[in-house]
């Protein structure tokens, strides 16, 4: 009898402790200058500094979503990808006090996942090259891009592989990996 007593202590005690102590989901207020400034390198990749207009726009469909889970929208994952994440969820940031700082951000709404990759995705399907081509293609088209890239071989070469370079996952990504570049590169 004690025992159980024991436990159902232990157990409420544990429960206490895990509301008391859940991590805080941390709002971001984004210095304006900050804000200003990234509006004017919309469509400039964070890392590599190539600007395209394609991915500007995609960019622009992004944050007229004004969405707060922002992977759950098509256009903000497309834009993570061409644009990178960090100015992205800034941008969306300095639009929304309700989206969450990178790491708390809900994640990727795997809708969009299967999507991408298609009717495998519930048996964890990794995205391949010709998915990624396929859904930014479909995202730039559904943003009625007029300025599409030079050819696939930029796409490849400045957006697809970069993503490659930082999940590891040999030629494909699977959806887990994909979400935390979402959330983690910091790209
Ligand atoms: C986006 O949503 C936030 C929060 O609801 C709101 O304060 C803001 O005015 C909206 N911005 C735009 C551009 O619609």
């Known amino acids: 009898m004690l025992s159980i007593w024991v436990s159902i202590a232990a157990f409420t005690h544990l429960i206490a402790a895990s509301v008391l102590h859940a991590p805080p989901q941390v709002r971001v207020t984004v210095d304006?200058?900050?804000?200003?400034?990234?509006?004017?390198?919309?469509?400039?990749?964070?890392?590599?500094?190539?600007?395209?207009?394609?991915?500007?726009?995609?960019?622009?469909?992004?944050?007229?979503?004004?969405?707060?889970?922002?992977?759950?929208?098509?256009?903000?994952?497309?834009?993570?990808?061409?644009?990178?994440?960090?100015?992205?969820?800034?941008?969306?940031?300095?639009?929304?006090p309700n989206v969450l700082a990178a790491g708390d951000i809900p994640n990727l709404a795997f809708t969009i996942y299967t999507n991408i990759v298609g009717s495998c995705a519930p048996d964890g399907c990794p995205m391949t090259q010709q998915n990624y081509i396929d859904f930014i293609y479909g995202a730039m088209s559904a943003a009625n891009v007029v300025d599409w890239p030079g050819s696939v071989n930029d796409v490849i070469t400045q957006w697809w592989q970069p993503i490659l370079d930082w999940t590891a996952t040999g030629d494909t990504i699977p959806y887990t990996n994909f979400n935390d570049w979402l959330h983690w590169s910091n790209s």
């Open 32 to 96: 304006p200058q900050t804000c200003v400034e990234e509006q004017k390198y919309i469509g400039v990749n964070d890392k590599t500094g190539v600007y395209s207009n394609a991915c500007a726009q995609v960019v622009d469909a992004c944050l007229a979503q004004n969405g707060t889970s922002i992977w759950s929208h098509q256009p903000c994952v497309a834009a993570a990808t061409c644009q990178g994440t960090w100015s992205v969820i800034t941008l969306n940031q300095c639009q929304n």
